[in-house]
């Protein structure tokens, strides 16, 4: 699969959970790979891609707040796991 078909996949998960939460919302990454079938692998390359779309990838501030499947589904981007995500 190619970058930009996996970003298209992240941004229409992230649509939809944006349509449940509300505009600009900050979204868990294992709620959004729970949308797709994307191995993380993919998925890090689509949100990689989406940053030039205005998508962010964020850590946890509260790394408390994480479970095991948030930690498996982590995204190793700019040297930092990250574990959100949303469209500025």
Do not use: C
């Not at 699969?1 to 996996?6: G, Y």
């Not at 992240?10 to 790979?33: D, F, N």
């Not at 940053?51 to 982590?74: C, R, W, Y």
């Amino acid at each position: 699969m190619n970058n930009e078909r996996a970003a298209q996949i992240v941004a229409t998960a992230y649509r939809t959970r944006e349509a449940q939460y509300g505009a600009k919302a900050i979204v868990g990454i294992t709620s959004l790979m729970e949308l797709t079938d994307l191995t993380v692998e993919q998925f890090e390359a689509g949100v990689i891609a989406l940053s030039a779309q205005g998508f962010v990838a964020i850590p946890e501030s509260n790394q408390k707040m994480l479970t095991q499947e948030d930690h498996n589904n982590a995204l190793w981007i700019g040297n930092q796991w990250k574990h959100l995500l949303y469209a500025r």
